[in-house]
Structures are given as C-alpha cells and as structure tokens.
C-alpha cells in the first residue's frame, strides 16, 4: 500500500517568502520614520509638563506669599527640595526656573525661552515650544516655535 504525502513543497514554501517580501518592502516605507513623531510626542509630554508646573509654582507662591524682592537678588521657591527661581510669581524662562520646576533640566534645553529636547538635529528647528515668562500682573504664555500650532505634530519635528 502506497502512503500519499501532505504538506507544503519547497517550491510553494519559496513562493510564500518572495510574496511576503514583496509586501514587505512596500510596508516598510510607511512605517519606517517614527522618529518625528517620537520627538513631537516627547514635546508635547513636557509642554504638558510645563504648563502644570507653572500652576503649582504660581500656586504655592500664593500660598507662602512671597512677594517681589523678599529673597533677596532672585526670588525662588522651594518645591520638592528644588529652588525654582521666579518672577511675577510665576517660573522664569530659564532652567533654574519653569525646567526645574517641570523636572526637565536632564532631558531639555531652554534658549531664549525656546524649549527643545536635548539631542534634537541642529535641522530640526521647529520642534519644540516656547515659554515666555510672566510679565507684571499677568500669566506666562505658551507658543510654539515659528508661530505653529500647539501640540506640536511629527511634521514640526521632521
């Protein structure tokens, strides 16, 4: 009695590789640059960050009732053992003040206001926000680098 063999020949096994390939390569393109939209996403996390952190600095001035030039040639609070430096009773536009207070003096850098991630391609220009300091009897503002829209997409940061 003669028994009957099942299963794939090498031949439809190759054939299955190659079509897949094929995909593949079409696939891979698509899917290939998620860089952008990593760096937009870490953008956004801080911008987040940022911005609640300048509620609490702001909140606890209020509650400590520190005013203008009571600690002497910079006005700071303390938070979480971190002096924050401040102005107007808000974190100034450095990284002693709205970096600190987020926790983002490891991971970001501030220039003129501009925050960006540290790392960030010298090309890559937009991808970041900007913070602006509180003016007197006013409230810090928050922008995105060249007057883009917030939050900050993977198109910035291409």
Same mark, same amino acid.
């Given at each position: ?16 590789? #190659? ?6 390569a ?14 937009? !996403?870490?953008?956004n996390g801080?911008?987040?960050?940022? %911005? *609640? ?6 909140s606890?001035?209020?509650? %400590?009732?520190? /005013?203008?030039g /009571?600690?002497? $040639?910079?006005?700071?609070? /303390?938070?979480?053992? %971190?002096?924050?430096?401040?102005? +107007?009773?808000?974190?100034? !536009? ?5 970096? $600190?207070a987020?926790?983002?003096? +490891?991971?970001? +850098?501030?220039? *003129?206001?501009? &925050? &960006?991630? %540290?790392?960030? @391609?010298? *090309?890559?220009? /937009? ?9 007197? +009897?006013?409230? @810090?503002?928050? *922008?995105a #680098?060249?007057?883009?829209?917030? @939050? &900050?997409?993977? $198109?910035?940061?291409?």
């Amino acid at each position: 009695m003669k028994k009957q063999q099942s299963g794939f020949t090498m031949i439809e096994l190759i054939m299955v590789i #190659v079509i897949l390939g094929i995909l593949a390569a079409f696939a891979l393109p698509k899917f290939a640059d998620f860089g952008s939209d990593a760096r937009a !996403a870490s953008i956004n996390g801080a911008l987040g960050s940022a %911005k *609640s952190a300048s509620a609490i600095v702001h909140s606890a001035v209020l509650a %400590k009732g520190v /005013t203008a030039g /009571t600690s002497g $040639a910079a006005d700071y609070i /303390t938070l979480e053992g %971190k002096q924050i430096t401040v102005a +107007n009773g808000y974190p100034t !536009a450095d990284a002693a003040g709205i970096l $600190a207070a987020a926790g983002l003096e +490891n991971d970001f +850098n501030i220039t *003129s206001g501009t &925050v &960006v991630q %540290k790392g960030t @391609p010298a *090309s890559i220009t /937009t991808c970041g926000f900007v913070y602006t300091a509180a003016a007197a +009897n006013g409230a @810090p503002s928050f *922008s995105a #680098v060249s007057g883009g829209a917030l @939050p &900050v997409t993977g $198109a910035n940061c291409q």
